[in-house]
């Protein structure tokens, strides 16, 4: 992100909101340690920016030696693709749950992914929108990701249940 122009935690935390949240999420808590250990490794600098009755502003820069590692790590022509999903593990186990948890957790992640899909809606006009093409089309990847994400969970939601109530009779059977 520093590529694009100096920022602080906060501004790429805004910007990994909106960009980078479907597919590589990160917080403040992983932000400012990894911040801090690239500025160790001279691949950014800051500069405190003082803040009448709020603590001094970090705004950071990527230095030529960062620049020259990113481009070192953009020459990898086969760079992983892993996707971590504590929803799917959990619904891996969804024989073992009942009808309500199931309908709670399914419920609560199409809550996250209409969240998502407004961020990611509202990306051209926020502080991303001079993101270069790359990063637009990553972000129109999370949106297209997240719909189809979206329709497969309300086309198929039933066969949890289904699943759960088969589960549940051959249980109650073999007592």
Not at 62 to 75: A, F, P
Not at 91 to 114: G, K, S, T
């Amino acid at each position: 992100m520093l590529t694009d122009g100096p920022a602080s935690g906060y501004d790429m935390k805004k910007c990994f909101e909106s960009s980078f949240g479907h597919f590589f999420p990160a917080g403040y808590g992983s932000i400012y340690p990894a911040l801090a250990t690239l500025a160790r490794n001279d691949l950014v600098e800051f500069e405190q920016i003082h803040q009448e009755g709020k603590p001094d502003r970090k705004v950071y820069s990527i230095t030529d030696k960062g620049r020259e590692e990113l481009m070192k790590s953009l020459s990898n022509p086969s760079p992983s693709h892993k996707i971590r999903s504590e929803f799917l593990a959990m619904l891996w186990f969804a024989h073992l749950m009942d009808e309500e948890q199931i309908d709670a957790v399914i419920e609560d992640r199409l809550r996250d992914i209409e969240k998502f899909l407004e961020l990611i809606a509202a990306f051209p006009g926020n502080d991303c929108n001079s993101a270069p093409k790359g990063a637009q089309f990553v972000a129109g990847y999370g949106e297209y990701m997240a719909t189809a994400f979206k329709n497969y969970i309300e086309k198929n939601r039933a066969v949890l249940v289904e699943d759960t109530e088969q589960q549940q009779a051959v249980a109650a059977v073999s007592r």
